[in-house]
Each structure stands twice: as C-alpha cells, then as structure tokens.
C-alpha cells in the first residue's frame, strides 16, 4: 500500500474546496443569537453522530433520539460517538498531532459498553464485504498494522498538504483501507477527518455534519471508497461534494431560523419542557418530573420559574396542586 495515494490537485477539486471554503467564511461571519448558535451545533453534532451510526447499519431516525432508554445498543453507539466528538472538541488543538493515542482513544470511546470493544488493533486478518457479502477488499495482515499507521500519521502530520479537507479525506481513505481494528472502524475513521480538521483549524464556529450526506449515497461512498486507492481523485470529488453539499444545507437551516418572525430561544432543558408543555394543555408537575427522571425537582423547578419570568408559561394552583400550560402560541 502506497501511503499516501497519488492523487493530483485539479481545476475541479480547486473550484469545490472554494466554494466551501466560502460557505465557512460566510457561516463564520455571522453573527448569530445565542439560542440559533447552540441549537445549529446542537443539531450539527446529534446528526453528525446519527448518520456516521446510521452508515454502519444503525437504523435510528432523528426522530426517534429522547435517549429514555440509551442503554439499547443503538442509542448507545449515537451517543458514544457524542462523546467522541466532544473529546475531539477538548483534546485537539490547532497544530496538536495526530497520534495512534488519539486513534486508541477515540475507538475506545465509540466502543464503549458495545460488543468487541478492545484496546488493541485487530489480531486476526479480514476482509471487507459489500452489501451482497462478497469480499471486494483483503484487509493487511496484522502484523503490518502498526508499521502503516505510523505512515498514515506521518502523513496526517505533515505540513506540505496546503488544503486540510484533502488530507482529512486522504487520511480517511487510508485508514479504512488498513482497517486497524476488528470493529467500528468506519466511525472512527469519519472522527479521524474532524481531528485532522481542527487540527488545522477548519472547523471553528461551523460544524458541519457531512455524513448526512454519506447516508444518503451510501452506495457511492462505498463504491469510491473501494476504489480510491487506484482513483484517488475521484474519490475526493465525492467527499469534496459531500462536505459542499452540507455546507450549502446548514446555510439554508440558518437562513430559515432568521426568517423566522417570532422564535423562542432557550437553553436545551428548558427548551424540552417548553415543548413538553406545549404537546398538553394542562400538565402537572409530577407528569414533567417522570421525563426528566435523572434531573432533581430542584433543578426543574428553576427551570420552569425561568419560563414563568420569560411569560412562556403559567403556573396554575400552587405546592401538589401545581400545574403549568403555554401562557402564548409561539408558531
């Protein structure tokens, strides 16, 4: 294995790496109200985390994410790549290397309380099958493993690379390719792009969950992946349209909550009470508490005395007899 691929800086490549990077200069300029900045990266990350999970065979819809019950293996594996990323957002600074630590780490972490969770790189060889079960890649031998992630992080170190979307990309490919451990090494692989990111500053205010996108042409994604050794251009075409594309759509999630004439903004918990509130017409306090099983009446209690003040809701009777409805319909 060649690491890296040659792969070669075109006119097409050029012209996506502008466009995106003049949607990310024009998302960073913004200058947006708290509640539209939390609840865009609140959003950006959840989906993120859904559909890398969702690529994988996961077959949870938005919809269906309250994690009342994360213990089930599919929440657990949307929420532990959650924590992945916050480690990512913690851990890796501009101009911090890549190292096998950080890879140990973020597979540690996505593979939390799941089956095959290990602390070492796979001990057996392998294969990788497409969606008919026919094996369209033999995996390298273990005892390669250490020796070619040592070349891909030379390479995800190196300072020649000027576009860090290439790299990320060209890092990604590679480490699938390796295949270094015996499960979750697409999700890892996808958080290896976002480290390789921040690391070289990229991503600051704008995150941008692109493998919405992935999900959504997962035979393409396959199909390039499978051949991007011996077509590394077009492999990166794909990507680079990826990451375009869902630049493009986080514009158009932005633009709709300006227009938006009246618009409530709240911080997450409150903001599901309001909701919860807003689903009855009268509910008590006993009925929010149950949804909010692992929070001390305490603390929701201080959140609905923030909705009274802020005249969202109204409290009716007092002490047991306590119940709360929508004091306006916000559209």
């Known amino acids: 294995m060649v690491i890296p691929p040659k792969y070669k800086i075109t006119s097409q490549i050029l012209e996506l790496i502008s466009k995106i990077d003049a ?26 985390s859904l559909y890398s ?17 994360d213990e089930k293996v599919e929440k657990k594996e949307v929420l532990n ?7 990512i957002k913690k851990n890796i600074r501009v101009s911090s290397a890549i190292s096998s630590k950080i890879l140990f780490a973020m597979h540690s972490i996505i593979m939390t ?29 273990p005892v390669k493993i250490p020796q070619l992630i040592k070349q891909l ?14 790299k990320a990309f060209i890092a990604h490919l590679i480490f699938e390719k390796i295949h270094p451990f015996l499960d979750g090494n697409g999700r890892v692989g996808r958080l290896l792009i976002y480290a390789i990111l921040k690391s070289k500053q990229k991503i600051n205010s704008s995150f941008i969950p692109f493998e919405e996108y992935l999900d959504k042409h997962k035979e393409e994604y396959y199909f390039h992946l499978d051949n991007g050794l011996s077509k590394p251009n077009d492999y990166l075409i ?12 986080v514009k158009l999630v932005i633009e709709e909550e300006l227009k938006k004439d009246k618009t409530i903004f709240l911080p997450p918990r409150q903001e599901e009470i309001y909701n919860i509130i807003k689903d009855h017409n009268v509910i008590s306090f006993d009925e929010i508490k149950r949804r909010f099983l692992k929070v ?13 003040n802020k005249k969202l809701v109204i409290k009716i009777g007092e002490t047991k007899g306590t119940y709360y409805k929508i004091a306006v319909f916000v559209p």
């Open 113 to 141: 309380g799941l089956p095959d969770q290990t602390d070492n790189y796979r001990q057996e060889s392998g294969a990788i099958f497409n969606t008919a079960g026919v094996a369209v890649y033999i995996t390298p031998s």
């Open 238 to 249: 794909f990507m680079l349209e990826a990451y375009l594309a869902q630049t493009n759509e």
């Open 53 to 69: 999970a969702r690529i994988e065979g996961n077959p949870l819809l938005p919809e269906q994410i309250n994690f009342s019950d």
């Open 153 to 166: 992080l030379n390479y995800c170190n190196l300072r020649e690379e000027k576009f860090p979307l290439v």
């Open 81 to 87: 790549l959650l924590k992945a990323l916050e480690f």
């Open 23 to 48: 949607n990310l200069i024009y998302l960073s300029s913004l200058s947006l109200p708290a509640g539209i900045s939390n609840k865009i990266q609140r959003t950006s990350l959840l989906k993120s």
């Open 296 to 308: 001390p009446s305490r603390t929701l209690s201080y959140d609905l005395k923030k909705l009274i």
